[in-house]
């Protein structure tokens, strides 16, 4: 979809159609040949439907940056099972990155490769699973996420020996964190490093700790780490179940950190996925504009979304970005894409794409 300029207007070029205003096809600079990297393969290659706008979202990308923008990035799914973190980690280092939103699942999972990758099991044959196989994957204590099976006494049991330690300590001593907050101490005193099996380069939240980026995890409690955290205080191991700040606290010092931010830099939102991660921290804008009756609160800049969810039937999910000027997350003249494909294979793409521009 075109995107308007930052004065409203269609960016020049554009043409009428009957009552439309079109943009005409991309004019191919050659700024990069075929062969100078990933940028320059999608300049070439990718030229039409989602693969436009693929380049039209990472060029937006690029642009809002070097306008002086910071970029919030969301992750759902199972990004991190997926190993995101082989390119967003570099993202986060070199300041493509300034904030993620994410599910309990991918803050963990990016930890749990980390620490165990090398007795992760990969079943490439998945789809043609029984409910039988699924079975004996259960009693080798494999938990299957697609084709990729995390395991769980190297991986999850692994960190919640380490995790409660810390958990414990606060706990008696009435120090309350957010869920991010903990594995960033895991990180930053060594805890984990004797059990590191990939380079630690390649983890997106050692990356964000070496950086202490802003990190808001919205309903941490249905993550693994979050169970283990309810049983341990069913149990009676920890006596404050506050212990681990809370979703509400995460909005609070979201409001906090986007007014301090939006300060100097416009905000921009790259939506990987569906779900909580980006519905969450989206609403942060309308929370202050209208809860708060903070008018001028800026919306959010520039807006990506990466989907394969059907755009139909209620799905916000699916949803197109306009829907968003509704609920005033968006403006009229927000630069806004929605790219409907694989997230595993889009983001690492624009990611390349952004780290060679």
């Known amino acids: ?37 990933i940028a320059g393969f999608a300049e070439h290659h990718f030229r039409h439907f989602n693969a436009a706008a693929l380049v039209d979202a990472a060029e937006g990308y690029v642009g809002f940056l070097r306008d002086g923008g910071k970029m919030l990035i969301t992750l759902a799914g199972a990004m991190s099972t997926a190993e995101i973190g082989l390119s967003l980690a570099e993202m986060i280092r070199r300041n493509k990155v300034h904030a993620i939103s994410c599910t309990g699942a991918n803050l963990e999972e990016d930890v749990f490769n980390l620490v165990a990758h090398d007795h992760y099991v990969r079943i490439p044959h998945y789809r043609h699973l029984t409910p039988d196989d699924e079975k004996k994957l259960l009693k080798r204590h494999l938990n299957r996420v697609t084709d990729t099976c995390i395991p769980e006494t190297e ?11 810390e958990w414990v300590r606060a706990d008696k001593s009435g120090e309350r964190l957010f869920p991010h907050e903990y594995l960033y101490r895991l990180i930053r005193n060594n805890a984990l490093a004797p059990y590191y099996e990939i380079d630690p380069k390649d983890s997106w939240v050692v990356a964000a700790s070496e950086k202490n980026l802003p990190l808001f995890v919205p309903g941490w409690e249905d993550s693994t780490l979050g169970n283990i955290y309810a049983s341990h205080c ?40 569906g779900g909580i991660a980006g519905d969450f921290i989206i609403c942060v804008v309308p929370m202050m504009r209208q809860d708060m009756r903070l008018a001028a609160t800026p919306l959010w800049g520039y807006f990506c979304q990466i989907s394969d969810s059907t755009t139909s039937f209620g799905s916000y999910s699916g949803a197109v970005p306009n829907e968003k000027i509704t609920w005033e997350k968006l403006g009229v003249h927000s630069p806004r894409f929605i790219i409907e494909s694989d997230a595993t294979i889009v983001a690492p793409l624009i990611f390349a794409y952004v780290l060679e521009s």
């Open 155 to 165: 991986a999850i049991r692994r960190i919640e020996k380490s995790i409660l330690r």
């Open 1 to 37: 979809m075109a995107a308007c300029d930052s004065a409203g207007a269609f960016p020049s070029g554009t043409f009428t159609h009957g009552r439309h205003k079109v943009k005409p096809k991309r004019k191919l600079q050659k700024k990069r040949g075929i062969n100078s990297g």
């Open 234 to 273: 069913i149990r009676g191991t920890l006596k404050n179940v506050h212990t681990v700040r809370s979703g509400i606290e995460y909005m609070i010092e979201a409001a906090r950190w986007y007014g301090d931010t939006t300060k100097t830099h416009p905000l921009g939102f790259f939506q990987i996925g």
